[in-house]
């Protein structure tokens, strides 16, 4: 069944230097639905509020007002471990990539799997699975401190999308990345859209119809979340 997840006059600001009570807006009663089954892109000039609108639909971030709603629940309303067991579904793939530089690529991959059902063979197969999607599964043993830039972003994003999640947001994927590995990225990122998954990917990539299918173009301008001209 395909998800639904929607912003209702989301607006979100941050604390002011001369009124520290007072908030400068940075987005502003965004009403918008991010349906399941769809890419939606959401690109605009760097500063414009991108990366915080993808937090805030993870639920990593409260809003100033308004409310984020996941198949009719008000999730940024939940208390926090309510939230954090429902952040479970979400795979978030950010633009530093907060893996555990003591673990290897494998251990890492494996880590959304731990809390869920199956065991160690089970967890170790998705995880090589996934890898082996972006063409990283040559990386498994490595440790993550031995990583480049590029690969690092490659094992984010296979960590991300490990668990099958049912809401994906995807904070400037591939900027580390060629065209072969974008266009990898962007074909499983289809792919998760088309079992049904909410699926928002933040970019201002202008080759960015080169590596993903996207239904829906919006852009953020001023606070502002509208159709792409």
């Known amino acids: ?9 989301l607006t979100y600001g941050y604390p002011t230097h001369a009124q520290p009570s ?5 987005l502003r009663k965004i009403d918008v639905v991010f349906p399941g089954g769809q890419v939606v892109l959401v690109s605009g000039r760097s500063g414009a509020g991108k ?21 009719g629940q008000s999730v940024s309303r939940w208390l926090t471990a309510h939230r954090d067991r429902w952040r479970r579904h979400v795979g978030i793939i950010f633009q530093q990539d907060h893996l555990v530089s003591d673990l290897t690529v494998l251990e890492n991959v494996m880590l959304p799997l731990i809390p869920r059902s199956g065991g160690p063979r089970h967890w170790r197969t998705c995880a090589l699975a996934v890898l082996a999607r972006l063409d990283a599964d ?10 480049s830039g590029g690969q690092r972003q490659r094992v984010a ?3 991300a999308l490990v668990d099958t999640p ?3 947001v995807a904070d400037e994927p591939t900027a580390h990345q060629d065209l072969d590995n974008a266009r990898r990225l962007g074909h499983l990122l289809r792919q998760t859209a ?10 201002h990539d202008r080759h960015v119809d080169e590596w993903l299918d996207v239904d829906q173009h919006l852009t953020l301008h001023n606070g502002y979340l509208k159709p792409a001209p």
């Open 194 to 203: 088309d079992r049904g998954a909410v699926v928002v990917v933040a970019a």
């Open 138 to 147: 040559d990386l498994a043993p490595q440790p993550v401190a031995a990583l």
């Open 1 to 9: 069944m395909p998800r639904v997840l929607e912003c209702r006059q």
């Open 166 to 168: 049912d809401y994906v």
């Open 22 to 26: 007072a908030t400068a807006p940075l």
């Open 157 to 159: 994003a296979a960590r």
């Open 51 to 71: 990366s915080t609108l993808l937090h805030l639909l993870a639920g990593l971030l409260r809003p100033t007002s308004g409310e984020i709603v996941a198949d």
